[in-house]
């Protein structure tokens, strides 16, 4: 009798799993977004480092050392995409330019210039107060 009672009482986790699960999953959706968001917001002008003229005229204001880096031709804020994994649990922003990971950590002969870790500290506390609130059941 105890034992149907505790069953009883308990029979509606699975359904709080996945609703939880579903919600966890909305947040995570709605935080690699934001990290997209603030990638490409930060690679925006206005920028302070050298100025550069190009073949016809153009000139490129360049980002400083530890600004993200400036938007030139385009090739590097327009290959930020968003992915999915772990059924939406694990959200992912990356870029295919093979030179990103030199802007960001910097090399050598190259100052750092990040912009996918300073997305992400910004975004991480309201990702936590949203991901309490799931866990809190609110």
Do not use: C
């Not at 909305?26 to 550069?52: C, D, H, W």
């Not at 922003?93 to 050598?108: C, I, K, N, P, Q």
């Amino acid at each position: 009798m105890i034992k149907t009672r505790i069953v009883k009482e308990f029979d509606h986790l699975p359904i709080m799993g996945q609703k939880m699960t579903q919600r966890a999953t909305a947040v995570v959706r709605v935080a690699t977004f934001n990290v997209q968001s603030r990638v490409k917001l930060s690679m925006e002008p206005p920028k302070t480092g050298l100025i550069y003229k190009r073949p016809g005229g153009k000139t490129h204001l360049a980002s400083a050392p530890g600004e993200a880096p400036a938007i030139d031709y385009g090739n590097l804020v327009n290959s930020i995409q968003v992915d999915f994994e772990n059924g939406g649990l694990t959200g992912i922003v990356f870029t295919s330019r093979d030179y990103a990971a030199l802007l960001e950590f910097g090399g050598a002969h190259v100052a750092a210039r990040p912009f996918m870790e300073p997305a992400v500290n910004a975004e991480w506390p309201p990702f936590l107060a949203a991901m309490m609130q799931v866990a809190n059941g609110n």
